[in-house]
């Protein structure tokens, strides 16, 4: 009852101060900039690459609005440079200084050790696996419920990387996107640990551990230098598993397409994963009859990724859900439970801890329960503070 109540509290807490202090909200505001800034910078890059691909003046009249955005060619990109600045900051010790801060935070309020607090903190500016390397000497060290904990903070937060990537498409749907997912990110950590804990309680004491250096970089230009070309891997992994996915569900809704329809609609694989998924956004506070919208990108996001489910809630008709489902649900949507991102994880944890690969891998399925149900509790506070 005291981990809840905590966990609880600490959530309510940092979403109060969040969404409710001007300070902050101006710290959003500008970070919105930020990331308009960053656009305008990788579209210049893009444009030297790719000409009017990555986003140049047209050779040609554009006859239909938008026709000559390509996906893969303006908007992956920002990845590469995100990736850059992200290893240029940890070389200059500035992220793992917040991280660190983070961790202290996390480690005290919640009464987990310094090991798993500093994974948690870790995983709100960079990626399941990336986070880890923060504790590697550490992981062998962890309990069960410890080790089931770093796996379901990597499924319930997202990473810096692809954040200002989403906060680009989510723009069009909620204000001050980029500050709401990272402020996604950093509730989920105290759901996470609440939700890991109920699930597989703490047997012994906690694991201790002192901020291990992840990455070592000889130089500025080293860590530029590989931070980019890191994160041109992961780009062209997403960009891999969309193109797969897209296919599959396109495949699936033609075999679904033969069976009889269903209310005088053929039956498809959203409209399923919406009637599976309806009552969980119901339970998050979104009315019933938005019920079923919501829950068809919770299902896409669980079933393939969430990047998918994004780029959908962006294109939905603007009357299909109001502007508080649709704050509600970005907050679900914001963590990488998904089976592509289980494979990640497993593989990633493995290769850290080979000794430890069997419980690994039995506790993977669970995982993104534990880290379903966090985003989802974070998703449930903020729609009551949303009627307040």
Not at 138 to 167: D, P
Not at 363 to 384: F, P, Q, R
Request: contains cysteine; charged residues 10%; hydrophobic residues 55%.
């Amino acid at each position: 009852m005291r981990l809840w109540l905590a966990a609880v509290g600490l959530q309510m807490a940092l979403a109060l101060i969040f969404l409710k202090v001007p300070l902050f909200q101006t710290m959003f505001g500008v970070m919105n900039k930020a990331v308009l800034a960053l656009q305008a910078a990788t579209t210049a890059g893009t444009s030297f690459v790719f000409g009017y691909l990555g986003g140049a003046a047209l050779p040609f009249e554009e006859l239909q609005p938008g026709s000559s955005y390509i996906l893969a060619f303006q908007a992956f990109p920002l990845i590469i440079v995100l990736g850059a600045l992200t290893a240029l900051l940890s070389h200059w010790r500035v992220l793992p200084w917040i991280i660190e801060g983070l961790a202290k935070i996390f480690s005290r309020t919640l009464n987990i050790g310094g090991a798993v607090a500093l994974s948690g903190g870790a995983n709100i500016f960079i990626g399941m696996v990336e986070a880890p390397l923060f504790i590697r000497n550490s992981i062998k060290q962890l309990s069960r419920s410890e080790l089931f904990m770093v796996m379901t903070l990597g499924m319930s937060t997202v990473a810096g990387t692809v954040l200002v990537l989403y906060s680009t498409f989510l723009n069009q749907v909620i204000s001050d996107a980029v500050g709401h997912i990272l402020t996604a990110s950093i509730m989920s950590v105290p759901a996470a640990v609440m939700i890991s804990l109920t699930m597989i309680p703490q047997d012994g004491e906690p694991t201790s551990s002192d901020a291990e250096v992840a990455f070592d970089y000889s130089g500025p230009m080293d860590a530029i230098t590989q931070g980019a070309v890191s994160a041109m891997q992961m780009m062209l992994g997403i960009l891999a598993l969309i193109i797969t996915f897209i296919a599959l569900v396109t495949l699936t809704n033609s075999i679904l397409d033969l069976l009889p329809n269903v209310g005088g609609t053929a039956l498809s694989l959203e409209r399923i994963l919406g009637w599976i998924m309806a009552p969980l956004c119901w339970l998050m506070g979104i009315p019933w009859e938005e019920a079923t919208s919501a829950g068809t990108l919770m299902g896409v996001k669980t079933v393939f990724n969430e990047f998918l489910a994004f780029i959908q809630q962006s294109q939905l008709p603007a009357d299909t859900l109001s502007p508080r489902s649709d704050l509600i649900i970005t907050y679900a949507l914001c963590g990488f439970a998904n089976f592509g991102s289980l494979g990640i994880l497993i593989g990633g944890l493995s290769a850290m801890a080979p000794e430890r690969r069997k419980e690994i891998t039995q506790m993977g399925l669970l995982s993104i329960v534990s880290g379903t149900l966090a985003t989802c509790m974070t998703a449930s506070v903020i729609g009551v503070l949303t009627v307040v």
